[in-house]
Structures are given as structure tokens and as C-alpha cells.
């Protein structure tokens, strides 16, 4: 039998274990909960799954792009089938997301450089409780283009399922000029990325 002194030596041992081990599942929930589901999305989408985290459909699979229209952060009514003709490029984004802070600058250089081309940037703005924090991101990066205000995040839900994953932010949408979902990320995107997605589909007749 173990003596008091043996005792007390070995439980603080058991408690850093255990400790360890509590640490190492919750990591793994952490994992879980950010990337699961995110990949693939569900079979009727027709996503084929790209390198680098970018999935596309081929032309012939593509779904119409649902009606989105709501209103954006500076008070306008928008509505996206007015786009139709152009390509679209449909960023999520969320003032408190330090990936979507990492990612605007290169969403704004590239909806720069390709506005000639028939190209147009427009932002969804989720989870902000009110449109403070999400304007002072907007005027911070200078951001050119329009995005519908949607705090409850409702405006996601009406895109195909499978399409999206509330937990995938930032994600973006791309359009072709017929209206139909092309492509989509469900990370965010460097500037390369964006143009070499965008290159196929400015192309297209």
C-alpha cells in the first residue's frame, strides 16, 4: 500500500494528465466545430473540389443563384438579379472576423481591377448586432462596393444547401454572367486566388 507522502507525490502527476487531456479534447472540438462540414457540400450542389480550398461546378451544373435583395449598410435597397450579365463575386464577411480583416484588402484591389471586365464585388455583412462596427470596417479599408446588411444571417440561408456553412466565415460566391453559381470558398482568399477564380468565367461567352 502507498503511504500519505506517496499519495500526495503522485496526484498532482494525475491532475497534470488529466488536465492534458481535458486541454487535448477541447483543442479538438475547437477543430471540429471551425472545419467540419465545410468541404464538399452536399451532392445536389455540384461542387468539385478545387485545390487550395476553391470548389467549382462545371457550366453545364450550375444553379441559378436564389433571389438575395435586402438592404445594404449605408440604407439602399439592393437587389442582386440586377447584376445579371455580370460576373459576381458575393463576399460574407463580419466586422469581428479577423480573417475577413486579412482578406478585404485584396477584395478591394481586385474589385478594382476588374470593373472594366464586367466584374461585380458585393459584400453580405453577418453577425454584426448593428451596423457601427461593420461601416467603420467598411470606411477603414476603403471598401467600393455595396454590402446587404444581414445580422441574423437569413440572407445565407436562401442560397442552395450545401452551399454555405454558417460556421465558414468569411465564404464567397461566384456568379457567371448568366446567373448561375460558378464557384465558391469557404476560407478567405489572397489576391491571387480571386483573380485565377475569376479569370474562367470573365472569359466565358
Not at 84 to 106: D, F, Q, T, Y
Not at 141 to 170: C, E, H, Q, T
Amino acid at each position: 500500500m502507498l503511504d500519505s507522502r506517496a499519495l500526495a507525490r503522485r496526484t498532482p502527476c494525475r491532475r497534470t494528465a488529466l488536465l492534458a487531456a481535458g486541454i487535448m479534447a477541447a483543442a479538438l472540438t475547437l477543430t471540429a466545430c471551425g472545419g467540419g462540414g465545410v468541404a464538399g457540400g452536399s451532392p445536389g450542389t455540384k461542387f468539385v473540389t478545387g485545390a487550395g480550398g476553391i470548389d467549382t461546378v462545371k457550366k453545364a451544373d450550375r444553379q441559378p443563384l436564389p433571389a438575395i435583395s435586402g438592404t445594404t449598410l449605408d440604407g439602399n435597397d439592393l437587389d442582386l438579379a440586377d447584376y445579371k450579365g455580370k460576373v459576381l463575386v458575393i463576399n460574407i464577411w463580419g466586422s469581428w472576423c479577423a480573417p475577413c480583416r486579412a482578406e478585404m484588402p485584396h477584395l478591394v484591389k481586385v474589385a478594382g481591377d476588374t470593373k472594366d471586365d464586367g466584374v461585380q464585388f458585393v459584400g453580405i455583412n453577418t453577425r454584426d448586432p448593428n451596423k457601427a462596427p461593420a461601416l467603420k470596417f467598411q470606411k477603414e479599408f476603403s471598401v467600393p462596393f455595396p454590402s446587404l446588411y444581414d445580422p441574423a444571417g437569413k440572407l445565407m440561408l436562401r442560397f442552395p444547401a450545401g452551399s454555405l456553412n454558417p460556421k465558414a466565415i468569411p465564404s464567397t460566391i461566384f456568379v457567371d454572367r448568366d446567373g448561375k453559381i460558378a464557384a465558391r470558398a469557404l476560407k478567405a482568399l489572397g489576391e491571387d486566388e480571386l483573380r485565377k477564380t475569376l479569370a474562367p468565367l470573365i472569359a466565358e461567352k
